[in-house]
């Protein structure tokens, strides 16, 4: 079976190397992005999360660095993802990002971070119920960079309010949220009734139970669903210890990966691909209906944004065995 390639949304890391490292360099990002391009991943955006002003900007430097200088790179980094500092910093929304650097959205960070680099950035995670998050999401859409709900408190209406200001997905949705909130009044319900919002899912078991995803996608229905990784440094990679910005994770033999120092996820090992086959084997979806939500989806998507900086996606498949495993990923247009 051929297929489209798949595109993730949000990667932290592969194979061993950290994207948030501050020090990545052009042959460690060929080396995980070889390894992705082996899980029929062909295009991503490269995820940095929440730090202090100064940090970020040295991570977003060793980055996009490491993506002019290295072989795949360009290829298949098509921008950036920011995933904070613009979060919640109360203890559940917070994830395993600092909270004591999280801040209300300002639109220079944002500004300074792309004036020191040619790499885009596309996406922009927040929580909308922060202090001038309408004002903010309107300045990226004017830039043409998408924004996504996450890691937020959000209630139905200001869902609704971040959505009409330019507001275009929901980051890992059920994630990133306490594990007790008000039965129906809260941010999962409030982003899967926005009809206007396409919704991103990390399909790996942990993050969501699958009979609960099940239940989500029928809620937002196959055209506004996504397949994303979340992926950090140990996903393709041995059980052991990792790092991941600042902390130090470790990945146990059932590929759940935690911070040993804090409660909770701490990122995924989760490869595309699974998220394909889990959809598939869990009853979900068909298999062109999964690869549909790790591709054609995404490009839709992302299309818009791509158009207005004069970026093409780059021609890419996969061919898929039988029993859904990849084969081969390829660009017919690129020497690789």
Request: aromatic fraction near 6%; charge should be negative.
């Amino acid at each position: 079976m051929r297929t489209k390639g798949l595109t993730d949304l949000q990667v932290n890391g592969f194979a061993g190397v950290d994207f948030n490292s501050g020090k990545l360099t052009a042959s460690e990002l060929d080396h995980a992005l070889e390894a992705m391009l082996a899980t029929g991943v062909t295009a991503c955006l490269p995820t940095l999360i929440t730090a202090a002003p100064d940090v970020l900007l040295q991570r977003i430097q060793a980055l996009d660095n490491a993506i002019q200088h290295s072989r795949l790179g360009r290829l298949m980094c098509l921008g950036l993802h920011i995933e904070g500092p613009f979060l919640n910093p109360q203890q559940g929304f917070a994830g395993c990002h600092p909270a004591s650097v999280m801040t209300a959205p300002y639109t220079s960070l944002i500004d300074d971070l792309q004036a020191r680099i040619p790499t885009p950035i596309l996406l922009v995670t927040l929580a909308p119920e922060l202090s001038g998050s309408g004002e903010f999401i309107a300045a990226m859409k004017v830039r043409n960079i998408l924004t996504a709900i996450g890691h937020s408190d959000c209630n139905f209406e200001t869902a609704a309010q971040a959505t009409s200001a330019g507001a275009s997905l929901s980051t890992h949705l059920g994630n990133g949220l306490p594990q007790h909130m008000p039965k129906l009044d809260n941010p999962l319900f409030a982003q899967l009734a926005e009809d206007r919002l396409i919704a991103c899912f990390i399909a790996d078991g942990f993050h969501i139970p699958p009979l609960a995803l099940k239940v989500m996608i029928r809620a937002k229905g196959i055209s506004r669903s996504v397949l994303v990784t979340d992926a950090v440094s140990a996903a393709a990679a041995e059980t052991g210890f990792y790092h991941f910005a600042d902390m130090r994770i470790e990945r146990h033999d059932n590929g759940m990966v935690r911070n040993p120092n804090g409660a909770g996820l701490a990122g995924s090992t989760l490869c595309l691909d699974q998220a394909v086959r889990n959809l598939v084997t869990w009853g979900i979806t068909s298999f062109e209906e999964a690869v549909h939500m790790a591709s054609g989806n995404v490009e839709a998507l992302l299309a818009p944004a791509l158009t207005a900086r004069g970026i093409k996606q780059p021609v890419s498949f996969i061919e898929w065995t039988s029993d859904l495993f990849i084969r081969k990923a390829a660009f017919p247009e690129h020497d690789t």
